[in-house]
C-alpha cells in the first residue's frame, strides 16, 4: 500500500492549524493563551511535532474553547502521531487477513467499478460483523496497482459516539494525498473543493471506512472524474447520489467451512466436517462469529469443533459464548442497537417474540400497539441499519444471532409480565386473523366469530386472504402452543373449525398436523368429545394426505371412530371410515379398504353428506381396481362423474378431476392404452389449488406408461421426467424413486 505524503504534512499539524485560523488567532496569540511556545506550535502545524503530549493539547484545547468532542478528537491524532513515531504513514491503514474466503463475486464486481470509467464511488454496506472492512482492504490490496497515485485510507469512527467530522476528515485526506499543511483552507467549502481537485489530479484509491450517515461522506466523494472511493457503512447512505451500492451478507454455507478449516488447519478439521457444517450454521455464517469459533478453537488445542458445537448449541448460552478476546458478536450488535431510537429498540426486542422466521407490518405493529404504516417505515430503518433483512417484499425476518440479542435486550429490558402480555396478544391477533382469512374458505353453516373479537386482520377477498394465510402459516402455527398453555382453548377450536375447508388447498402443509393436534387437545381439555372427534379426523387427513404417514393416519381415524360413535355423530363415524378406507389402500389392504368404504357410504346418505358420499365411492372403486375388479370400478368412476359432487365451492371441479384420473387409471388397469392416453390428457392440466404436485405426478407417469404402451417412446419419457420432479418437490421419494427404475 502507498500513499504520498509530505513529510512537513501532519494530521493532527492540519487539524490544530484549521483550528487555529478559525479561532482567528494567530501564533502568538495562541501561545500566549496555551502557554505553548510559537516555536512548539509552529513545529506542531509543519509536522516536526507530531504527536505532543496529553497536557499540551489539554493547554490548546482550552485555548482553543473546544467542546469535549472537538477536544477528544484532538487528543486523538496526537495519540496517533505518537504511535507512529513519526514515520510519513497515511492516517488509517487496513489490514488484509490471510485466510480472507468468499466473496468473489463481490470482488468481481468491485474490481469492474473501480477500474472503469462510470462509476466512481461504491457504498459497500451490510449489517455489523459480516466483514465490509476486511472485504475492503482485500479489494485495496488486488487493486492497488491499478492505482498509481497510491491508496489512502480514513476510519471514521461511524459507529461512535462521535464520529469523525467531514471538516477532520478532509484533513486527514487531503494531508495523506500530500497538501502541505499550511495550504489546507480552513473554509469548509474551500477545502472540500481542494479535496475534489486533489483526487481528480490523481488516480488514487480511497477507503472511507465506517462511515455514520450521509452527510458524513457527501463532501468527501470524488468529481466523475480521476479516483475512486469505496465506503464502508452498516447503512446503505441512500440519500448519497451518484453512488453505486453493495449489499454485503452471510457467507455461504461452503464458504464459511472453508474459513473455518483455514482458520484452524488441516490437522484440527480432519474429519470433522459434520461437526465444523454445524458450527458454520450455529454461527449463522456470520464472517465476525466464524472469526470468533476460529480463534477459539486455536487457542485451545485440547477442544474439538464438536465440544464447541455442543457449547454454542444453547440459545442462552450462545452470545456469551461468540467472544474471543476483544471480539465479541454482542458487542457489535450493542454499537447498532444503542444507536436506535427507543421506540426503534422496543420494536426490533419485540419481534423476537414472533414464533415464525418473519413478520409482516401488521403483525410488527400489534408488537408495539402502532400504526403499521409507521411500523413499517420502521421496520424499514431497522433494515438501513443491518439488523433486520427484508427477505421479500414486506417480509422482516431477524438473523439468527441478531434474534437471541434481541432477545436478551427483552429480557434485561422489559418485565416479564409485559413480554407476556404481548406475546399473548399477538397469538391471540394471529388466530382471530387466520380465522378471519379461513372463513372466506368455508362451506354454508360455518360457525360464527366469538363474540367480543378485537381487531384482526380482515382479508377483503379470497385471494387476499389465501396470501395471509401462506405469509403467516409459520406464525399462526406458533401461535397454536402459546394459546393453549393460556388455556385458550376456545379460540383454537374456532380456528382449527375455521381452517377446516382451507386446509384442504394445501394438504402438505406440516402445519396443519399442528393445528389440528392442538385442536384435538383442546377438545379433549374442555370436554368436547364430539369436537374431538372432528379434529382427531382432521389429523389424520394430515398424516395420511399431507406427510404420507399411514399406519398413524389409521390410528387416529380409529379413535376418531371410536369417539363418534360415543357421542352417536354419524358424520364423524363416516369421515373415520373414508379416512380409514384412505390408509387401507395405501397400506395395499384393497379388501379392507372396499370393507370400510362400505360402511362410510350409508352413514354419508344418512347425514345427507353428498360430497363424502362421492368421496368414499371414488375410493370404494380405486379398492375394487385394486383387488382385481377394474370393469365394476370404471363402471362406478363413470357413474360418479356423471351426478353431482354438491354444492362446496370449488369441490365440485376438483372432484370431478379426481374422478377422471380414476376412470384413466381403471382403463389403464384394463390395457386399453388409447382410451387411458385420452383419459390422461384431461387430467394433466394444473388446477387451481395449492400443492397438487403429487396428483399431478400420478396423472404423468400413468399417461406416459399408456403413451409407452401405444409407441410414444418420446413424450412418455418427457412425461416421466417431469412427474420425477414433481414426485421429488412434493416429498414423495418412494415414488421418484419408482420413476427412476421405470427410466
Known amino acids: 500500500m502507498t500513499s504520498h505524503t509530505s513529510s512537513l504534512a501532519t494530521p493532527f499539524g492540519g487539524t490544530l492549524r484549521s483550528l487555529r485560523r478559525a479561532a482567528r488567532l494567530t501564533l502568538e496569540e495562541l501561545s500566549e493563551a496555551s502557554g505553548v511556545s510559537v516555536r512548539a506550535l509552529g513545529d506542531m502545524e509543519r509536522g516536526r511535532s507530531r504527536g505532543p503530549q496529553r497536557r499540551t493539547v489539554d493547554a490548546l484545547a482550552a485555548a482553543l474553547g473546544l467542546d469535549g468532542e472537538q477536544r477528544e478528537r484532538l487528543q486523538r491524532l496526537a495519540d496517533a502521531g505518537r504511535e507512529r513515531g513519526g514515520a510519513p504513514t497515511p492516517p488509517y491503514l487496513l489490514r488484509t487477513v490471510p485466510d480472507f474466503t ?93 479535496y475534489r481537485a486533489a483526487l481528480a489530479t490523481r488516480r488514487a484509491l480511497v477507503v472511507l471506512d465506517d462511515a455514520a450517515d450521509e452527510t458524513q461522506i457527501r463532501p468527501l466523494l470524488p468529481d466523475a472524474e480521476g479516483s475512486f472511493v469505496l465506503v464502508t457503512s452498516r447503512r446503505p447512505l441512500a440519500g448519497l447520489e451518484g453512488v453505486r451500492r453493495i449489499r454485503l451478507g452471510g457467507l455461504s454455507g461452503g464458504e464459511s467451512a472453508t474459513l473455518l478449516k483455514r482458520i484452524l488447519g488441516a490437522p484440527r478439521t480432519d474429519g470433522q466436517s459434520e461437526a465444523i457444517t454445524r458450527l458454520t450454521e450455529l454461527c449463522g455464517h456470520l464472517p465476525l462469529a466464524l472469526r470468533i469459533v476460529g480463534n477459539r478453537l486455536s487457542s485451545r488445542p485440547s477442544w474439538t469443533p464438536a465440544r464447541l458445537a455442543g457449547h454454542l448449541a444453547d440459545e442462552e448460552r450462545r452470545l456469551s459464548g461468540l ?195 392442538y385442536g384435538a387437545r383442546s377438545a379433549a381439555a374442555v370436554g368436547d368429545r364430539a369436537a374431538e372427534a372432528h379434529r382427531l379426523n382432521c389429523l389424520a387427513w394430515a398424516h395420511g394426505v399431507g406427510a404420507y404417514q399411514y399406519e398413524q393416519a389409521e390410528q387416529l381415524a380409529r379413535r376418531a371412530l371410536e369417539l363418534a360413535i360415543e357421542t352417536g355423530d354419524e358424520g364423524q363415524q363416516a369421515w373415520a371410515w373414508s379416512y380409514i378406507t384412505g390408509t387401507c389402500l395405501s397400506l395395499e389392504r384393497p379388501a379392507e379398504a372396499a370393507q370400510a368404504a362400505a360402511k362410510a357410504i350409508p352413514l354419508f346418505e344418512a347425514v ?32 360418479l362423474l356423471d351426478t353431482s359432487a354438491g354444492d362446496v365451492p370449488g369441490l365440485t371441479e376438483f372432484v370431478q378431476a379426481l374422478l377422471r384420473h380414476e376412470i384413466a387409471n381403471d382403463l389403464l388397469a384394463l390395457e386399453r392404452w388409447p382410451e387411458a392416453v385420452a383419459a390422461y390428457r384431461t387430467v394433466t392440466t394444473p388446477l387451481a389449488r395449492g400443492d397438487l404436485d403429487r396428483f399431478q405426478a400420478q396423472a404423468l407417469t400413468g399417461l406416459a406408461t399408456a403413451l409407452h404402451h401405444c409407441g410414444e417412446l418420446p413424450e412418455a419419457r418427457e412425461h416421466l421426467t417431469r412427474a420425477h420432479e414433481l414426485f421429488t418437490a412434493a416429498g414423495d421419494t418412494a415414488s421418484a424413486a419408482t420413476i427412476e427404475r421405470l427410466g
Open 102 to 194: 468468499g466473496r468473489e463475486p463481490e470482488l468481481a464486481e468491485l474490481e469492474s467499478l473501480a477500474t472503469g470509467t462510470r462509476t466512481r464511488a461504491v457504498v459497500l454496506f451490510g449489517p455489523g460483523g459480516q466483514g465490509k472492512t476486511t472485504l475492503a482492504a482485500e479489494t485495496l490490496r488486488r487493486l492497488s496497482g491499478s492505482f498509481p497515485d497510491g491508496c489512502v485510507c480514513v476510519q471514521l469512527h461511524g459507529m461512535s459516539d462521535s464520529p469523525l467530522p467531514a471538516d477532520e476528515a478532509l484533513v486527514l485526506l487531503l494531508t495523506a494525498l500530500g497538501l502541505p499543511t499550511e495550504r489546507i483552507p480552513v473554509d469548509s467549502a474551500a477545502r472540500e473543493a481542494a
Open 323 to 517: 467472544v474471543a478476546g476483544d471480539l465479541a458478536v454482542r458487542g457489535a450488535l450493542a454499537l447498532s442497537y444503542g444507536q436506535l431510537t427507543e421506540s426503534h429498540r422496543r420494536l426490533l426486542r419485540r419481534i423476537a417474540l414472533v414464533p415464525g422466521p418473519d413478520t409482516g407490518p401488521e403483525l410488527a405493529a400489534v408488537l408495539t400497539g402502532e400504526d403499521p404504516l409507521a411500523t413499517e417505515d420502521s421496520l424499514d430503518l431497522l433494515v438501513d441499519r443491518g439488523l433486520l433483512e427484508e427477505t421479500a417484499p414486506g417480509r422482516y425476518a431477524l438473523h439468527d444471532l441478531v434474534r437471541l440479542f434481541a432477545r436478551e435486550r427483552l429480557d434485561g429490558e422489559e418485565p416479564e409480565s409485559v413480554a407476556r402480555e404481548i406475546q399473548l396478544r399477538m397469538a391471540d391477533w394471529l388466530l382471530r386473523s387466520a380465522s378471519a382469512a379461513g372463513r372466506l374458505f368455508e362451506a354454508p353453516g360455518a360457525p360464527e366469530p366469538w363474540a367480543g373479537e378485537p381487531a384482526a386482520s380482515i382479508p377483503e377477498s379470497a385471494a387476499d386472504a389465501e396470501e395471509w394465510l401462506i405469509a403467516e402459516r409459520s406464525n399462526w402455527a406458533g401461535a397454536l402452543p402459546l394459546m393453549y398453555a393460556a388455556g385458550r382453548h376456545a379460540e383454537i377450536l374456532h380456528t382449527s373449525r375455521t381452517l377446516y375447508w382451507f386446509s384442504d388447498r394445501w394438504p402438505q402443509w406440516p402445519e396443519w398436523r399442528t393445528l389440528f393436534s
Open 608 to 639: 345427507g353428506d353428498i360430497a363424502g358420499k362421492a368421496v368414499s365411492q371414488r375410493v370404494l372403486g380405486k379398492a375394487l381396481r385394486e383387488s382385481g375388479r377394474a370393469e365394476e370400478a370404471l363402471a362406478l368412476h363413470r357413474a
